[in-house]
């Protein structure tokens, strides 16, 4: 039941970059892939990256080449950089623990994500 905490959000021109963190405890980097979700308004959340707990990555098409999802384990902390951001990333970001991997299923609530806001 414990919800993870988004961090890094922010308002950023076009073409501008930030990097968003969110730590979970150590009991679930050991035991689950990460993903980044997003959720923008009036739409519904969709799965932007996840990284496996052996490192492995996996992008949707629309920001392949633009983010970057990564772990640190030793700060039980995922990342995602996103750079060269366009109007269409505004979204609420969100991760969570995927309970397999691309499964749709997830360990703990949604928390209330990170704001990210791209404009001119």
């Known amino acids: 039941q414990e919800q993870f905490v988004e961090s890094g959000g922010g308002l950023v021109q076009p073409g501008g970059s930030l990097r968003l963190a969110c730590a979970a405890s150590r009991r679930i980097f050991s035991l689950y892939n990460m993903g980044w979700y997003r959720q923008a308004l009036g739409d519904q959340r969709e799965l932007v990256a996840v990284?496996?707990?052996?490192?492995?990555?996996y992008y949707v098409d629309s920001v392949k080449g633009r983010f970057t999802i990564s772990r640190d384990d030793a700060k039980n902390t995922v990342y995602l950089q996103m750079n060269s951001l366009n109007p269409e990333d505004t979204a609420v970001y969100y991760c969570n623990a995927d309970r397999g991997y691309l499964s749709g299923r997830f360990i703990s609530p949604w928390g209330q994500g990170t704001q990210v806001t791209v404009s001119s």
């Open positions: 990284v496996t707990s052996g490192g492995a990555t």
